[in-house]
């Protein structure tokens, strides 16, 4: 099971920090990515972590504002979120699959969801 937090409302240029727990399995066996789904748009892909947190991959539109992470220890996956854009606005997905050798950018990649938290960023 999959649990996102720390969602909110944040004014444009602004930080915000979420954050994804995960129960019920070996987190450390388990490739973690976010993802996103602004209102009448597609979930797309944000940014994914490898295994060990070594590797990470981001998409283009995030590149120098935004940072995934991991702890391992607490079963956690973070996204920590800098400049923060209205464009930014949306519901924040993690997702994980086990036993990848390759993180992914393809949510069809994807078997186990969190329920998603809110991110508003005002103008």
């Known amino acids: 099971q999959l649990q996102a937090s720390g969602g909110g409302l944040v004014q444009a240029g602004g930080s915000l920090r979420v954050s994804c727990a995960g129960s019920g399995l070996t987190f450390s066996d388990y490739v973690m990515g976010w993802f996103r789904q602004a209102p009448g748009k597609e979930r797309e892909f944000v940014a994914a972590i490898s295994r060990s947190g070594r590797n990470t991959l981001y998409t283009d539109s995030v590149k120098g504002r935004f940072t995934i992470s991991r702890d391992n220890a607490k079963n956690t996956v973070y996204l920590l979120m800098n400049t923060l854009k209205p464009e930014d606005t949306a519901v924040y997905y993690c997702?994980?699959?086990?036993?990848?050798?390759?993180?992914?950018?393809?949510?069809?990649?994807?078997?186990?969801w969190g329920r998603g938290t809110q991110v508003t960023v005002s103008s």
């Open positions: 997702a994980a699959e086990r036993g990848l050798a390759y993180i992914t950018r393809d949510r069809d990649d994807y078997s186990y």
